[in-house]
């Protein structure tokens, strides 16, 4: 499964901001799979930010971005967006888009759930 994360960048705190996950993988159908959002800031491991099931109906978020960020698919543009919101200064990681061919109804938030990777794109939060 091919995995490609973009729109990240430089902004400033209360700022917005949409990451895209696009999949470009022919072999395998977009709907087959959930999709999450991880991020890894400098010195830090990798943590779990938001997931979404294959159909898009049911979400899960890490607290620290409930009611800031939300993750949303579009299945027919083989995509799925995370859209970032009064971003702050604590929000600055490289983020990743994962894919868990598992699709199951509830999403995973962990990381060994996952079976496929973008290579991630950098958002940095000014203060």
């Known amino acids: 499964v091919q995995l490609q994360a973009s729109g990240g960048g430089l902004v400033q705190t209360g700022a917005s901001l949409r990451l895209s996950c696009l999949h470009s993988?022919?072999?395998?159908?977009?709907?087959?799979?959930?999709i999450a959002w991880f991020r890894q800031a400098p010195g830090k491991g990798r943590e779990f930010v938001a997931a979404?099931?294959?159909?898009?109906?049911?979400?899960l978020y890490t607290d620290s971005v409930k009611g800031r960020f939300t993750i949303s698919r579009d299945n027919a543009r083989n995509r799925a967006y995370l859209q970032l919101n009064s971003m702050k200064p604590e929000d600055t990681a490289v983020y990743f888009c994962?894919?868990?061919?598992?699709?199951?109804?509830?999403?995973?938030?962990?990381?060994?759930?996952?079976?496929?990777w973008g290579q991630g794109t950098l958002v940095t939060v000014s203060s």
């Open positions: 979404i099931n294959w159909n898009g109906d049911r979400t």
């Open positions: 993988d022919s072999r395998y159908t977009f709907t087959s799979y959930n």
């Open positions: 994962a894919a868990d061919l598992t699709s199951s109804y509830d999403p995973s938030p962990r990381d060994d759930d996952y079976d496929a």
